[in-house]
């Protein structure tokens, strides 16, 4: 690109923007570079001019592109700090002597020279982070350029590339430079497994694209019925996406068949919605494959509303519906939160607010003098297949994903596994089953008089810790066995057993549920019965079952009539009041059918922030259909709240709990 056309791209986006100062800075470049080669022979200068290209189409500022324009000269030229800031201010000199000191250690080749580099870059965003917006750009260009390089070189960039730079550009929300920098980097670092898989691709490529024009011509109808404006397209996923699916299902190109990937773009949230119900009444769902990122975004900004069906031919279609706005995040990320005015660049509180996580990490880099350590503490934000969580004293401890604090209480000892009984995380009491976020400083709680719970199995997320909570049980279940010579026993005995064990206190059910039993200890196994699925404020009761503790059932369950079993099977609980648990209900619905009738129940549902796991619709005869949700509810209040929410919905005949 010509500086003519980065000029008048600029102008396009910025209409006050400064355009004299951007050619200033690529004339002062090509002055810098005159006479220097790149390794592919072309004159240096190409390359500024292609970094600054890269900041353009993400729409950033001007002193941004300059910094592209200028970033190589404190490296690669006579040009010194002082020179840069007499000619173009402080501001930009600071930008890109922060640009240019991540570069010189960036190629040393020990170990921890490379992990003083990622410190560097980090500390560079404590003044701005547009510092590291520019280091990808330089990154992106030098990846699309490795065919230059010897083969060394270009598996060394591209492993790189490929363990920090993509990472970062996700962690930003740049979607368009990650996957680039993947697919770049993957072809580099394994070129036979590359280039077969774009073989395998190219021999179905006519195939798929008449399958991705027929189903967009049939969304594209169903849509016009609705009156939704959207734009529609279909793509071919990205190679190393794909590699990475091929090599965790362990399966060949051939039987992989969501290769593409729909992309539906509406103007409202509502319009998002009301798409989706669309789809759902078009093809089925695939349950478990839904994910509401609209409701709930991602911390990188992310938003966008994700759902697989059995599609067009009966094939799986994973689709993604999202707002012109969101979309723009979604390539952009942080970039496409500047805000310009005249003369000036002001950052809203939310775009701060969305820093905050590299904010927070650059914070605590003063305490990690070891460059290793500030390692653990970068793989925190940039990694998201483990969670690196602190002890009290400051001690970085690496779990896996949504490990909770009894995986974090048997890391640090198995005694104080065994003992646990409540966990805090960042000075807050949550329960046993909260799934640690990186960063959170957990302490353990504990008691001499604790004992394992059967629960935490399902609770705990590695599989030593499983392995030792069961090894406790199996050890005390067989010593069990030796006393135990009866199978059967009167339940009315084992409840006055458990009478005299009491002091009249009542113990909170810690474990797992936000139940209490009046006098009954901690270790006493309860669960939720399946047949009535109770939630908070629903009228409950136990009912002690033989060898497998107390099952919680609601009074009014059909399966716990008084008339088929004698009073003292029966015992009191009562909910635990203040705890933050949702419960999945399913909520069925009956109505008259009609065209966008699931997505207008959507729409009151999302009213509520309500997270819906599953959706759907079908049409029964006589005019009429019926509907499923499954929905995360916090209590009965909550679940009449939404209920009420669809009655009101025009068509809607009955409404009531699955």
């Not at 069925?588 to 922030?609: K, P």
Request: positive net charge; glycine residues 4%; hydrophobic residues 35%.
């Amino acid at each position: 690109m010509s500086i003519e056309n980065i000029l008048k791209k600029v102008k396009d986006y910025y209409p006050s923007a400064d355009l004299k100062l951007l050619k200033k800075a690529y004339l002062f470049a090509e002055s810098a570079h005159k006479g220097m080669k790149r390794v592919s022979g072309d004159p240096f200068i190409t390359h500024p001019v292609c970094v600054a290209e890269i900041l353009v189409d993400l729409h950033l500022d001007i002193h941004s592109i300059v910094c592209g324009f200028l970033h190589d000269t404190l490296e690669d030229t006579n040009i010194i700090n002082k020179d840069i800031e007499d000619a173009f201010g402080t501001e930009i000199a600071e930008l890109v002597e922060g640009v240019s000191n991540i570069r010189k250690i960036a190629n040393k080749s020990r170990e921890e020279r490379k992990i003083e580099n990622l410190r560097k870059m980090l500390l560079a965003t404590a003044k701005d982070i547009r510092v590291v917006l520019v280091k990808l750009a330089d990154r992106l260009h030098n990846v699309r350029t490795l065919e230059y390089l010897n083969k060394e070189r270009q598996k060394k960039v591209a492993h790189e590339t490929l363990d920090i730079y993509a990472p970062l550009a996700h962690r930003l929300g740049i979607g368009r430079i990650k996957w680039e920098l993947e697919d770049l980097s993957f072809r580099y670092m394994e070129p036979e497994l590359y280039y077969k898989i774009c073989e395998q691709l190219n021999q179905t490529l006519e195939e798929r694209e008449t399958y991705i024009l027929n189903a967009k011509k049939i969304l594209e109808k169903e849509l016009r019925k609705i009156n939704i404006k959207a734009e529609i397209t279909g793509r071919p996923k990205y190679i190393y996406s794909i590699y990475q699916k091929l090599k965790a299902q362990k399966i060949g190109i051939d039987k992989m068949y969501d290769l593409q990937a729909f992309r539906i773009i509406t103007n409202t949230i509502r319009d998002c919605y009301a798409v989706l119900g669309a789809i759902h009444t078009l093809w089925k769902p695939i349950p478990h494959r839904f994910k509401d990122f609209v409701a709930v975004p991602k911390s990188n900004m992310y938003q966008s509303i994700h759902t697989s069906v059995v599609g067009y031919q009966g094939r799986l279609m994973e689709i993604q519906i999202r707002t012109h706005e969101m979309h723009k995040i979604a390539e952009e990320g942080i970039a496409a939160h500047w805000i310009y005015k005249e003369k000036s660049k002001v950052i809203d509180e939310e775009f701060n607010r969305k820093i905050s996580w590299l904010r927070n990490l650059i914070e605590i880099q003063d305490t990690l003098k070891d460059p290793k350590e500030f390692m653990e503490s970068l793989k925190i934000e940039l990694f998201s297949d483990e969670v690196f969580v602190f002890t009290p004293k400051g001690e970085v401890k690496s779990l896996p994903k949504d490990s909770t604090p009894i995986d974090f209480a048997y890391l640090i000892h198995t005694d104080i596994g065994h003992s646990c009984i409540g966990a805090k995380v960042n000075d807050r009491i949550v329960p046993l089953k909260y799934k640690l976020k990186s960063g959170d400083i957990v302490s353990i709680m504990t008691s001499s008089k604790q004992k394992p719970s059967r629960d935490w199995i399902k609770i705990a997320k590695t599989t030593k810790v499983k392995s030792r909570i069961g090894h406790w049980f199996k050890e005390r279940e067989l010593a069990f066995e030796e006393k135990q010579k009866e199978k059967e026993r009167d339940i009315s005995v084992r409840k006055d057993v458990i009478k005299e064990k009491t002091t009249g206190s009542e113990s909170i059910k810690r474990e797992k549920f936000s139940i209490i039993i009046p006098g009954m200890e901690g270790e006493v196994e309860t669960y939720f019965a399946k047949c009535c699925n109770p939630i908070p404020g629903d009228k409950i009761v136990g009912y002690i079952t033989q060898g497998r503790g107390i099952s919680i059932h609601r009074t009014s369950c059909n399966n716990i009539t008084p008339d088929k079993f004698p009073e003292e099977h029966f015992i009191k609980v009562r909910w635990f009041k203040g705890r933050d648990n949702t419960f999945e209900v399913s909520i069925s619905i009956v109505a008259f059918n009609r065209e966008g009738l699931l997505a207008d129940i959507l729409n009151v549902v999302h009213g509520t922030s309500t997270i819906v796991n599953e959706a759907y619709a079908k049409f029964v005869g006589k005019g009429q259909a019926t509907g499923k949700l499954v929905v995360l509810i916090k209590d009965v209040s909550h679940l009449k709240e939404i209920v009420k929410k669809i009655e009101s919905v025009n068509s809607v005949i009955k409404v009531y709990r699955g």
